[in-house]
């Protein structure tokens, strides 16, 4: 599992993961499309988080530690989301992402002793949380009340791995205490969600616009716009899904109480669509060719992509907040669909056109 060939099963059942975790989305929107196991209904999320971006990361993190037993980590969040699919009765799902979660962590740990820097703590801390939600998963807390955990993963892991690609600007001590002061806000309202849930939104959601500000203000996305080609298009994925985050957090700070909802579904996807997914299509060019060995050029098209993506996710928040119906919530939801769809497809055709030598049209 450890080389190229090795790593592409894993990628694999992390796409799977993707697409019946979207399939489940479209079912819970009200599409009406087939389900072998209705009580999977509930595995939308995890199967996002946990089965798809957690076997990214731990993929990720497992290539940067060069170490074998790093892998276990996206193995047993594949493994565990593959249970997940295939219906295997609980706790074998929930137990071996939870499973995946400790060693990331522990690969972390690994990392910060050998270079302890801030970024590293930041990443560190948001699998922690990812520990603790999966935990609470695991021991069959309600989604609602866990996420916040696994919102604190995703964010923390993306603002680390961006505080470390900027250290090449040298970021001023103010700058440093500004991303500290943000942090600080996300883990202390995670830590208090489990007390008094709307305190906690209140906190994460401070945090998160404080993130979003400094992400704005001090990425080196900010710079790269200015360039050209593929440089430029990464940097447009990054600054677009920063405003995601920023919404995602004043929804925090004015929606009460925080529980199953349309505002609540407008949040989440704020961030698991508006923002990590923007962050995906940015990092892809990078991120895929180091997990599969196989180049992905770069094409114009990709933009179509991004394009639909951000409008879905508008769509999505104004049926979410005005659309009582909920219509403009499941076209929004399909438009979600479409897009990762869409970057799939064009991703796949400019991987084969890479390999090919011979130019290939996206569109």
Known sequence: MTGRIGRVPLLAI???SLAWGIWLGLLRLGW???LPWPDQLILHGPLMVGGFLGTLI???RAIGLARPWAYLAPICSASGALALVVGVPRPVGPLLISLASIIVAIVFVNVFRREPSLSVLTMLTGALAWIIGNVMWLTGAA???EVFCWIGFVVLTVAGERLELNQ???????VRVFFMLALTAIASGVVASFVEATIGARVVGGGLVALAVWLARYDLARRTVQQAGLTRFMAVCLLTGYVWLGVAGVLLLVTTPIEPGPRYDAILHAIFIGFVVSMI???APIVFPAVTGMPLPYRPAAYLSLLVLHTSVLLR?????VDVLGRLRAWGGLLNAIAIVL???TTARSVAGGRSGTPVCVL
């Open 14 to 16: 992390a796409i799977l």
């Open 32 to 34: 009406v499309l087939p």
């Open 168 to 174: 090449v600007m040298r970021p001023a001590p103010r």
């Open 143 to 145: 989604i609602y009340r």
């Open 58 to 60: 731990g993929l990720e």
């Open 281 to 283: 299509l940015g990092h």
């Open 317 to 321: 928040l104004v049926g979410d907040l």
């Open 343 to 345: 970057f799939i497809f």
